[in-house]
């Protein structure tokens, strides 16, 4: 095998395995997987695609103008198909927008990733390939192949991608191989086979990526305020980045109380930073987030016991309700209710979550609300201190009624996610411990109940260590630590009940104080973020349960109170129930009203998603154009660097390549002077003039002039125009 052909091999081999990785890290950054086999084709097929096609411009150009001419006769003859295609890609791009901006989905938003997901993994594939491909093998430029990866990565991560710090491991071990192995081929090594140059540089990298992975990360970075304000002010989208690490102190994020689902453990230290003011008669739970899902986050993919356990949601759909529409109840007509209000003021904090106690019924404003969990959503990050009304139902709850309600009314796919957990990598003891300590009760209230006991007996604590990598959360707490604080409690009982057959999930938000200040107002703090517990009974739906010791347990019966906050001028349609038999048919009307309303669901506008689309295309683009020019600007500094008798190699090998591309490839077994004869027979008579100054300069020892340098660029810029032509 020819050097050459060795030299091509490799570089399509390094640029196939550089583009899966950042492929892997990419799909990995997605909410659904693919097939590896299907990645890894797609990637060897483009990467030898792209490397033919980039190497022929005028191939290029053949193809755009074959693609326009098709384009016309498309729209001449086949406009519906056009009119398809359009829409299909417009489609995608809404899609798209949503979908990576984790912003509201809309109803069947689910339905909408199954149809685009095969045609994102194509698009993402074809991007990843093209770049690496130009930079790896058409520039080959090791600097460029490095940095731009390394900043893929690095933005992938902080924007919650754990796998990416493995692959970026793996990305700049594979660049350091490329690295070396361009440096064999460029000084044409003969002192060691090209299998031990490979081991040697595969040792020699990995053990630096090892070191690198085996390092502590838990160190603070040394913070710089002056510069951080200045950056967090210049792009302030970046406060939102891995926990709002960016966030200063005048502001908080929605990360005050989701931090105890996406990185549940380890120590944390509350804050009495005001957040928000609440006008309400009672002191209740402001539920935030509602997730249903408990897994685990790797942390390297390739390692099966390095993992942290977090909560996340396995699907958001969406509604849009206007101020005027109503959330209709999901317990049922025999459950009577009073009707109260409550007016939360944000101070200093930015998000687009709405709180309110269960069971929300209609807010001031127009929002959206998650048709499973009831999350509420404005539709644009709150903070500016404009307050919002909430209306919400607090049902009756009797104790005696409770004992014998089931949960045999939720069904389906509903009953399965909220009873789903992770039974591979859960150790068995935690069901057996579920099992031993609700096997005697014959109630699900009392089963509940049981749990939840258990629970309270543990100590709370704030300062506990970060869970082990190699342990599962649940069972780390239950049998070793042993303490902990309301993320511990929560996770815990939710899964336990899930092992025995119980629905239940985790909720996030806040605990209001137990009384108001002077002022008649609830002021609430970073400190009072709290995790807990919600059940499924029949007909009276989801009930909150209060596993963390430091918070009073939640007692039954819970009656209505003689004092509430409804407002008949306002909502005439609804009346406070006093257990007549009309409290069934307000119910009624009140299901019959969101039937009415439902029908009326609409997407959100895509103006301001569309315009962050083209900033981020704009961004794009001005950032592969600097990275194309800083590459010339490169590449042009060390040619004049050069001295001459380097040009002079440097020229004639590019000139030998121009002459290729005309069918005048230099043979292997030719000398200078066999091959300038083949090129002056072809009618190229100033190559004996080429020949001569490369012989002097390589063979005879000679410095050539910068005559005989202005000489060579000629006879390029000659190559050159002859070449544009054909």
């Known amino acids: 095998m020819s050097k050459e052909l060795k030299k091509s091999l490799h570089e399509h081999i390094m640029t196939i395995a550089l583009s899966l990785v950042v492929i892997l890290s990419a799909v990995g950054g997605f909410r659904f997987a693919y097939p590896f086999y299907y990645l890894l084709l797609l990637d060897i097929a483009l990467v030898i695609f792209f490397a033919f096609l980039l190497k022929r411009p005028q191939l290029i150009i053949f193809l755009l103008t074959g693609l326009l001419l098709i384009d016309v006769i498309v729209f001449i003859k086949y406009r519906s198909l056009l009119v398809n295609i359009v829409s299909y890609i417009d489609g995608f791009i809404k899609w798209a927008d949503i979908y990576m901006n984790y ?128 950056f967090y002010d210049t792009f302030p989208f970046t406060r939102d980045w891995r926990n709002g690490e960016g966030t200063n102190d005048d502001w908080f994020g929605e990360t005050v109380f989701t931090t105890f689902a996406n990185e549940l453990g380890g120590n944390v230290k509350p804050s009495n930073f005001l957040i928000m003011e609440v006008e309400a008669d009672e002191s209740t739970y402001l539920r935030g987030m509602v997730y249903d899902t408990y897994t685990y986050s790797s942390k390297s993919p ?200 119980i629905p239940a999930r985790y909720v996030v938000g806040f605990r209001m104080p137990s009384a108001p200040s002077s002022d008649g107002k609830y002021r609430i703090t970073a400190a009072n973020a709290h995790a807990w517990v919600e059940v499924y009974f029949d007909d009276y739906g989801w009930i909150t349960f209060e596993p963390t010791p430091n918070y009073p347990s939640l007692e039954f019966p819970m009656s209505l109170s003689n004092n509430n906050h409804l407002n008949l001028e306002n909502d005439m349609e609804l009346q406070p129930d006093n257990g007549s038999k009309d409290s ?78 005309k069918g005048l490839k230099m043979l292997d077994t030719e000398t200078p002077l066999e091959y300038q004869k083949r090129v002056l027979g072809n009618g190229y008579i100033g190559f004996s003039e080429v020949t001569r100054i490369y012989n002097e300069t390589v063979y005879g020892g000679k410095t050539p002039s910068q005559e005989d340098i202005r000489y060579l660029k000629e006879f390029i810029k000659g190559l050159k125009k002859e070449t544009s032509y054909i």
């Open 584 to 661: 069934h048919s307000t119910v009624d009307k009140l299901q019959q009203s969101d039937n009415t309303k439902t029908t009326s669901q609409e997407i959100a506008s895509f103006s301001d998603n569309r315009f962050n689309i083209l900033r981020f295309g704009l961004i794009l683009i001005v950032t592969l154009v600097t990275i194309i020019s800083l590459y010339w600007w490169d590449r042009k500094k060390k040619i004049n660097n050069l001295d001459n008798k380097f040009l002079t190699i440097y020229y004639y090998e590019k000139i030998v390549k121009y002459l290729a591309k």
């Open 103 to 230: 912003t509201i989905s809309p109803p069947g938003f689910d339905l909408l990733t199954e149809k685009y997901r095969f045609f994102m993994i194509i698009i993402t594939v074809v991007i990843v390939t093209l770049i690496i491909t130009l930079l790896n093998i058409i520039m080959r430029s090791w600097f460029l192949t490095l940095f731009s990866g390394i900043l893929f990565f690095v933005v992938q991560w902080y924007n919650y991608v754990d796998a990416a710090y493995f692959y970026m491991t793996v990305y700049i071990t594979l660049c350091f191989i490329d690295i070396g192995m361009k440096n064999y081929f460029k000084k044409g090594s003969a002192k060691a086979p090209i299998a031990v140059f490979l081991i040697v540089a595969i040792f020699l990298s990995s053990i630096t990526s090892i070191s690198a992975q085996l390092m502590p990360k838990n160190f603070k970075p040394i913070k710089w305020e002056t510069l951080n304000n200045w």
């Open 302 to 501: 390739l390692i099966y016991d390095n993992f942290s356990s977090r909560w996340e949601n396995s699907r958001q759909q969406y509604m849009y309700v206007e101020s005027s529409d109503k959330i209709p109840p999901t317990f049922s007509n025999n459950v009577n209710f009073e009707v109260k209000t409550i007016t939360i003021i944000p101070l200093k904090i930015k998000s687009d979550f709405l709180f309110s106690p269960w069971q929300p019924y209609k807010l001031s404003y127009d929002f959206y609300y998650e048709v499973d969990n009831l999350n509420l959503r404005a539709k644009t990050s709150h903070g500016t201190g404009e307050p919002y009304v909430v209306t919400y139902l607090k049902p009756q709850i009797d104790l005696n009624s409770l004992r014998q309600k089931g949960n045999e009314t939720l069904k389906g796919e509903e009953r399965r996610r909220y009873l789903s957990y992770p039974a591979t990598l859960l150790p068995e003891r935690v069901k057996d411990l579920a099992y031993s300590i609700t096997k005697d009760k014959k109630t699900l209230y009392d089963k509940v109940k049981a749990v939840e006991e258990y629970l309270r007996q543990y100590p709370y604590s704030l300062d506990v260590p970060p869970t082990p990598s190699d342990r599962d959360f649940v069972d780390y707490f239950l049998f070793d630590l042993k303490k902990g604080y309301c993320s511990y409690y929560a996770t815990a009982m939710v899964i336990m009940l899930r092992t025995i057959g």
